[in-house]
């Protein structure tokens, strides 16, 4: 997933760690990666289930070799994730940013919406920035590298029909990276949040073509009702000026609810 593989390109790992007291076991995998961990705290049979979904997933990398799993469950059952910071990556917003979203996948894709807790630390597990825990908002549906996240307001049939939907309508990017996040409101609108770059911004031709994506979205996929679409960063937090809310006018312009245009590449703002 895209997800994953931008913050393996941020986050570099300690390729061999000295035995420590806190993690003394690691399972050696592959290309020289490493998990280190406490078998008294997580089994050797999880940590290689952990294992094969992080290599799977993309975490291991020629730069990113070693991580360290703890589980701790008083106050609360938490997992933290060490990541060995030798370059002082902590002290850059952008490395934050991605480190939290690591963590809400992790929270989804391996611990069973657990909270994850990320820790930047020393080659020793000195913790040199702890994050605040991020949980799970969604579960995801992947296709072709494009995802999906969807809550329990919506289903796992939903979350494909729209995955499928936008593949077939170009919307997805041919190489993966696009994510969209699905949920409907407890007003029963439908919330269709787009991840994008820093670099979004809100014109006028994005707001009328934005208007027409959520009118098709709201015939095609949602009988009818209403649409929100909400423009966000990585951590689906809203961009300014980027909410377009539902207009009954648009939707009512469009004549055939399988209108491709609409998910044609679209044009970057001047």
């Known amino acids: 997933m895209k997800q994953i593989a931008i913050i393996t390109t941020v986050l570099i790992l300690l390729v061999s760690c000295t035995k420590n007291a806190q993690f003394p076991n690691n399972q050696a995998l592959e290309k020289g990666n490493q998990v280190f961990y406490d078998n008294?705290?997580?089994s050797d049979s999880l940590i290689s289930s952990y294992s094969n979904i992080l290599r799977t997933e993309g975490i291991f990398n020629e730069t990113v070799k070693t991580i360290a799993i703890?589980?701790?469950?008083?106050?609360?059952?938490?997992?933290?994730?060490?990541?060995v910071d030798n370059a002082s990556l902590h002290q850059k917003p952008e490395n934050i940013i991605e480190a939290k979203v690591l963590a809400r996948i992790l929270s989804s894709d391996l611990f069973q919406d657990n909270p994850v807790e990320i820790i930047f630390s020393d080659d020793t597990f000195k913790p040199i920035k702890t994050l605040e825990p991020e949980k799970s908002i969604g579960h995801r549906v992947k296709l072709d590298g494009n995802d999906v996240v969807y809550?329990?307001?919506?289903?796992?049939e939903g979350a494909y029909i729209v995955a499928n939907y936008l593949k077939d309508n170009?919307?997805?990017?041919?190489?993966?990276?696009?994510?969209?996040?699905?949920?409907?409101s407890q007003r029963g609108r439908m919330n269709f949040y787009i991840v994008t770059e820093d670099s979004f911004a809100m014109n006028e031709q994005k707001f009328i073509e934005t208007q027409k994506f959520g009118?098709?979205?709201?015939?095609?996929?949602?009988s009818g009702k209403p649409v929100d679409v909400v423009y966000t960063n990585r951590l689906l937090k809203?961009?300014?000026?980027?909410?377009?809310?539902?207009n009954p006018a648009t939707a009512a312009m469009i004549v055939d609810p399988k209108a491709k245009e609409t998910f044609a590449t679209k044009k970057s703002p001047k």
């Open 215 to 222: 009118a098709i979205i709201s015939q095609v996929l949602y």
């Open 40 to 42: 008294k705290v997580i």
């Open 70 to 83: 703890d589980l701790v469950t008083s106050p609360i059952k938490m997992y933290k994730v060490y990541i």
């Open 170 to 184: 170009g919307f997805f990017k041919p190489n993966g990276g696009q994510s969209v996040m699905v949920e409907i």
């Open 238 to 246: 809203p961009r300014p000026n980027g909410i377009v809310f539902f």
């Open 151 to 156: 809550n329990s307001s919506f289903t796992i």
